[in-house]
Nanobody, 123 residues
Framework: VQLQAYGGGSVQAGGSLRLSCAAS????????MGWFRQAPGKEREFVAG????????RYAESVKGRFTISRDNAKNTVYVQMNSLKPEDTAVYYC?????????????????WGQGTLVTVSS
């Protein structure tokens, strides 16, 4: 399975971006999905997760109320809508497929990763 994350870019604080993660060579529909990010000089951290059906989601406290994760299993794609962006949201964002049907906050529970897309938020 190959995951391709795209939609990153540069935006001013308060702006919005929508990241997409498209899969090829395999299905996402039976698996939980997650978005993670890694800022310069920091460890990779969990941002948002969604279960296989889209019926359950979880967010990091730092993005709760601003980010929304969703999925379209028919399109084999997962999204994260990011609103009210802050400079501290600047990072490379990665999507990942979980080893099972639910999300996890631990990156060890994901076996396929996208290449990352850079989000830069200026003040």
């Amino acid at each position: 399975v190959q995951l391709q994350a795209y939609g990153g870019g540069s935006v001013q604080a308060g702006g919005s971006l929508r990241l997409s993660c498209a899969a090829s060579g395999g299905t996402l529909s039976s698996y939980g999905m997650g978005w993670f990010r890694q800022a310069p000089g920091k460890e990779r951290e969990f941002v948002a997760g969604i279960n296989w059906s889209g019926g359950s989601t979880r967010y990091a406290e730092s993005v709760k109320g601003r980010f929304t994760i969703s999925r379209d299993n028919a399109k084999n794609t997962v999204y994260v809508q990011m609103n009210s962006l802050k400079p501290e949201d600047t990072a490379v964002y990665y999507c990942a497929r979980a080893r099972h049907s639910w999300y996890s906050v631990g990156d060890y529970d994901y076996d396929y990763w996208g290449q990352g897309t850079l989000v830069t938020v200026s003040s």
